[in-house]
């Protein structure tokens, strides 16, 4: 029979290194008793993988695709929350919105439109932040921060929807410039809209992402390993 726990023994290691490493930033740079939750990223993940985590405490799962998270949330631990955080299609809504505790990736004033009819229509309020381009990368989702102000104003107009704070994918060069940014953002908006929640920081960049007030951070490979897109 095989061991599984022991298979796993790499995700214990790599759990350990995280804890550590948010700890040492946080003692640096944070006030005593800030919280930084750890989100485990489970695309392309096995779900025996993603239990193991939990198992060790990982509280928080996010998800990037309808599809793949439809095809194991059966599978999951179900004492870990989850989240939302990959690009959402409005026809794809109906999908998670009574699965998921939040939704990290309103980007368009259409998208809020659809959580929220679905959200009043299933007679709930769903959590979400909006998720900023903060680098301005065509290549990413988000709200140009420009934009931002408008976006926040329509979603927390939304009786379905319940706005938390904001989301970013930082470009990978220059983080502490982008970062920076995404702290100012934060900061301004925080007092009018009671955030709570600054989910930025993955693995090349959550020590530096708690620096500049990241309340989440989401990491995927720094805990699983490599991801395997073939399996
Ligand atoms: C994949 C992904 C992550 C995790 O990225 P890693 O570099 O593997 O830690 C975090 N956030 C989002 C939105 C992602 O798609």
Redesign the pocket.
């Known amino acids: 029979m095989i061991n599984m726990d022991a298979s796993f023994g790499y995700i214990d290691e790599n759990l350990r290194i995280i804890r550590e490493n948010i700890a040492d930033a946080a003692e640096k740079y944070r006030s005593p008793g800030d919280r930084i939750r750890i ?1 485990a ?1 489970t ?1 392309t993940v096995p779900p025996e993988a993603v239990n193991h985590a939990v198992s060790l405490g990982v509280d928080l799962l ?1 998800e ?1 695709r309808v599809q793949e998270y439809q095809s194991k949330a059966d599978a999951y631990d179900k004492s870990a929350e989850v989240q939302f ?2 690009h959402l299609q409005t026809n794809k809504v109906k999908y998670i919105i009574s699965s998921v505790s939040m939704i ?2 309103v980007d368009s004033i259409r998208l809020a439109q659809e959580i929220d009819r679905l959200a009043v229509k299933n007679g709930l309020v769903m959590d979400v932040l909006c998720e900023v381009n903060i680098g301005g990368e065509e290549s990413k989702s988000g709200i140009a921060p420009a934009e931002l102000e408008g976006l926040l104003k329509e979603v927390s107009s939304l009786e379905g929807l319940r706005l938390r704070g904001l ?1 970013t ?1 930082p470009p990978p060069s220059d983080s502490d410039v982008f970062l920076g940014r995404m702290q100012e953002l934060y900061n301004r908006f925080a007092p009018e809209y009671s955030f709570d929640t600054l989910s930025m920081g ?3 960049d ?1 020590a530096q992402a708690v620096k500049y007030g990241s309340t989440l951070v ?7 390993g490599a ?1 395997n897109y073939n399996k």
């Open positions: 989100m990223v695309k996010g990037n955080i990959g990290q990736s989301m994918i993955m693995t090349h959550y989401r990491i995927g490979t720094g805990l699983f991801r």
